[in-house]
């Protein structure tokens, strides 16, 4: 039997893993009704810990993933959760306790030093005909996309078996998949390799370049013409480690730099942009924008001061929780005719948040439609996302949604009301988590005015733990 999880707020409440995969073949549907041409699948993906961490630390990023499918037809929805089986995970089920440690830097149960620690918990991606897990630092794990059963890693037909960001772009015009692995030549190495995957899944392109230094890049931005690489001083300094310091920590002594490139040319015409210290987890969204012959590139991104989450350099804990000081949502124009290497930053809108989402078939282009997670109410440990946000970015005009006292919020997946709908005219899916009956919901909203509230509110027959990110799959 398994020791009782630690008193940390990152294994507590939402927090805590569910134990159990079940199958719900034919949900409540408590509220509402389910609008007719919703057909599709959100999935989820979040770290579950199968057991408790090793020694007294653990990390939010470094939990087991388990992928939860609410499948929605006809009006009607089903329910199916299952972890990933990593490597990591069978080895960990079969010896019946945990090897591998949930904090970073952590020990590994003796035997158990050369076994892969992907987690595989952060994205769950549908591309090429093909279901994807992906934790950051490790090659994707294939998942049956009705079954969830676990096929095994994916390392492109062979063409190539680095890291793979959890944010891959899917370019909705091409159809092409555009992805980045950092530390692509080995732990602590500046290096990220640069990948594009044609619609069919078939990888076309692979190359490496060196960032300024090494770092956690968890996500980057791709336009039609365009791909934004963004570094961020979370670095990864191999010679601190080694002294005994945080692997991933805060140094804003580096400073912030953007590689920008031409998608149609080479990694080597990388053009580095500078500046202050900050952090992103997540764009919302950029474009190319061609004006009296000059190019620009503009990029809405989720900006916090520094980065949650991770101590400082010299080890000394960080005051920053994911949510003391809320990133706010920015732009940042890029003046790619400009003799200089700094860019303009303005304000988007003074509500921040985080897991900002678009609608999808505008990606990398012009767009008005932007959604959040927010928090509007008193912040309190451990209570996360409360307030589903939609803005108009045309405008700055917007709409929120708050589920009431008690229930919280994840992050939003917009899905269009049809292939031809004007851009975020749609439905909001989201799952929300209700204190009171430690039970989670999957929620629709209408994006006409989400705060309305839902038009459907389906009761699962668990609670899907805080995680990560999802996405929607058309049935059509
Ligand atoms: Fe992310």
Redesign the pocket.
């Known amino acids: 039997m398994s020791k009782p999880f630690p008193n940390n707020p990152l294994l507590q409440g939402n927090y805590a893993p569910v134990m159990a995969e079940c199958d719900a073949p034919d949900l409540v549907v408590a509220e509402g009704e389910l609008p007719a041409g919703l057909n599709g699948t959100l999935y989820r993906n979040g770290p579950n810990p199968m057991f408790p961490p090793l020694g007294n630390q653990h990390h939010w990023f470094l939990g087991e993933g388990m992928v939860h499918a609410i499948h929605v037809e006809d009006g009607k929805a089903s329910y199916r959760n299952r972890w990933v089986q990593t490597e990591g995970y069978k080895a960990q089920r079969e010896a019946g306790r945990r090897l591998i440690d949930t904090a970073f830097g952590g020990a590994r149960a003796p035997g158990a030093e050369e076994l892969s620690g992907n987690v595989a918990n952060?994205?769950i991606v549908w591309h090429g005909g093909r279901l994807m897990a992906i934790d950051e630092g490790n090659s994707p794990v294939s998942m049956d996309p009705v079954t969830l059963e676990t096929l095994g890693k994916w390392q492109f037909g062979g063409k190539y078996e680095g890291p793979m960001t959890?944010?891959p772009k899917i370019d909705p015009k091409t159809g092409e998949m555009l992805f980045f692995g950092y530390m692509a030549a080995g732990p602590g190495t500046p290096d990220i390799s640069y990948q594009v995957v044609d619609a069919s899944g078939r990888l076309t392109r692979s190359e490496m370049f060196q960032a300024p230094y090494a770092s956690m890049v968890?996500?980057f931005i791709t336009t039609d013409e365009h791909v934004i690489f963004p570094v961020f001083p979370a670095t990864i300094d191999v010679e601190r480690i080694m002294n005994g310091g945080p692997v991933i920590a805060w140094d804003p002594s580096v400073g912030t730099r953007i590689g920008i490139m031409a998608r149609n040319a080479s990694v080597d015409t990388i053009r580095w942009f500078e500046g202050d210290a900050c952090y992103v987890?997540?764009p919302m969204n950029a474009q190319t924008v061609h004006e009296g012959g000059k190019t620009k590139i503009l990029a809405d991104v989720m900006k916090y001061q520094r980065v949650p989450l991770f101590p400082n350099a010299d080890g000394s804990k960080a005051e920053l929780s994911f949510l003391d000081e809320p990133a706010m949502l920015v732009r940042w124009t890029f003046d790619l005719d400009g003799n200089t290497n700094s860019y303009k930053e303005e304000q988007i809108t003074d509500l921040g948040g985080e897991?900002p989402r678009l609608d999808e078939r505008f990606a990398g282009q012009g767009y008005r439609h932007g959604f959040y997670a927010a928090n509007t109410r008193p912040l309190s440990r451990g209570k996360p996302f409360d307030t589903l946000v939609h803005i108009d970015l045309a405008t700055g005009k917007r709409r929120a949604f708050d589920p009431g006292a008690g229930r919280y919020v994840i992050e939003p997946v917009f899905v269009p009301r049809s292939a031809s709908a004007p851009e975020g005219d749609g439905w909001l899916t989201t799952l929300v988590y209700d204190e009171a009956r430690n039970l989670s919901d999957f929620v629709v909203l209408d994006t006409g005015d989400i705060s309305k509230g839902p038009i459907a509110r389906v009761e699962l027959p668990t609670r899907v733990p805080f995680g990560?990110?999802g996405n929607w799959r058309s049935a059509a």
Do not use: M
Request: no cysteine.
């Open positions: 952060t994205n959890a944010h968890h996500d987890y997540h897991f990560f990110h």
